[in-house]
């Protein structure tokens, strides 16, 4: 029933002038509207809705997160701006604070101002069409048992 319909992103924020701040100057998100209730973004196509609640227990696990073709870079840009990448103990994680999943994909966390847990994801890189051709081939070199 709603797998054509587009989805909404919510986090929640005590402070929305701060909240306001970090997702539209810090993260580069555009403002839509703001009122009484929440503050709206458009997150490349998506609405992320930050909800002004009076208190606000951040869960302990990422609840945002940005699919990114080079997470590196994406890193830089955000610690130019003053994002801190967090660090997890048992996870290891180089300079930038970029973890590599065992699927190849490449996470790194960071917080809002209401220490909501917010993550960059690079996907790995499908395998170029030479390769899959050349899979393909080897495949078929491969004599088949006669049953």
Same mark, same amino acid.
């Given at each position: ?33 703001? !009122? ?5 973004? !458009? ?9 002004i609640v009076k208190t606000l227990q951040p869960a302990g ?10 997470i590196a870079k994406a890193v830089r840009a955000l610690v ?39 993550s960059l994801t690079e996907l790995p890189r499908p395998a ?20």
């Open positions: 029933m709603l797998k054509s319909s587009p989805i909404v992103a919510f986090v929640a924020t005590t402070d929305p002038k701060r909240a306001k701040r970090f997702y539209a100057k810090t993260l580069g998100l555009r403002l839509v509207s703001e !009122d009484g209730f929440a503050l709206a973004f !458009d997150a490349g196509g998506t609405m992320l809705r930050v909800a696990y990422t609840v945002l997160g940005w699919i990114v073709p080079d130019k701006r003053g994002v801190i990448f967090q660090r997890y103990e048992g996870m290891p994680q180089d300079d930038l604070g970029i973890w590599s999943s065992p699927s190849g994909a490449r996470v790194a966390w960071f917080t809002d101002p209401d220490n909501n847990t917010l170029s069409k030479s390769v899959k051709r050349s899979r393909r081939a080897a495949a078929r070199a491969v004599p088949r048992r006669r049953r």
